[in-house]
T-cell receptor
């Protein structure tokens, strides 16, 4: 099925561990982004990319790295997990220049203990 | 920077109309969106409106845009229990800039 695929759906990490949240889309969307969703905070942008090889920081980039080596994939790396990174993470993609909004993945629920 | 504000909660009776309001600060916003999030799921695009429009209707959904007041609303006619969800307003001022989201309005529909 066409869309945005996020893996894993659930993850528990210990403080200080690192991991990569995967995001892949098969719609040939050039624009991809990562958000985190916390209660009462809405969606906050972590990083985004307007095309392969191009990334930029969002509102809350600290503690996260991204890369965009292909159009399809946009992984999010947690360098050294902290309890403050406990959240639900959403990846989204869209065509640039069109006003149709994003297609969202189903999310990764991350708990850091 | 840009800001998008929404009330956090709305409760309506089944069969009534729901109106969810949103205000935004970026006067150059070009595209405005409404997303729906059901429990445990990602966000689903409901509808959108371009800034050169005042109104858009799509079945039970009506979007009204007042550019002068930077106010956007989503009206759901004949609200059903399946409409219970969190509704997010979002704005974008070009095709390559990130969406800026409000904090979401939790709609509860009482049978």
């Amino acid at each position: 099925n066409a869309g945005v695929t996020q893996t894993p759906k659930f993850q528990v990490l210990k403080t200080g561990q690192s991991m990569t949240l995967q995001c892949a889309q098969d719609m040939n969307h050039e624009y991809m982004s990562w958000y985190r969703q916390d209660p009462g905070m809405g969606l906050r942008l972590i990083h985004y990319s307007v095309g392969a090889g191009i990334t930029d920081q969002g509102e809350v980039p600290n503690g996260y790295n991204v890369s965009r080596s292909t159009t399809e994939d946009f992984p999010l790396r947690l360098l050294s997990a902290a309890p403050s990174q406990t959240s639900v993470y959403f990846c989204a993609s869209s065509y640039p220049g069109q006003g149709y909004g994003y297609t969202f993945g189903s999310g990764t629920r991350l708990t850091v203990v | 920077g840009e800001d998008v504000e929404q009330s956090l909660f709305l409760s309506v009776r089944e069969g009534d109309s729901s109106v969810i309001n949103c205000t935004y600060t970026d006067s150059s916003s070009t595209y405005l969106y409404w997303y729906k999030q059901e429990p445990g799921a990602g966000l689903q695009l409901l509808t959108y409106i371009f800034s050169n429009m005042d109104m858009k209707q799509d079945q039970r959904l009506t979007v009204l845009l007042n550019k002068k007041d930077k106010h956007l609303s989503l009206r759901i006619a004949d609200t059903q229990t399946g409409d219970s969800a969190i509704y997010f307003c979002a704005e974008r001022n070009s095709g390559n800039t990130p969406l800026v989201f409000g904090k979401g309005t939790r709609l509860s529909v009482i049978a």
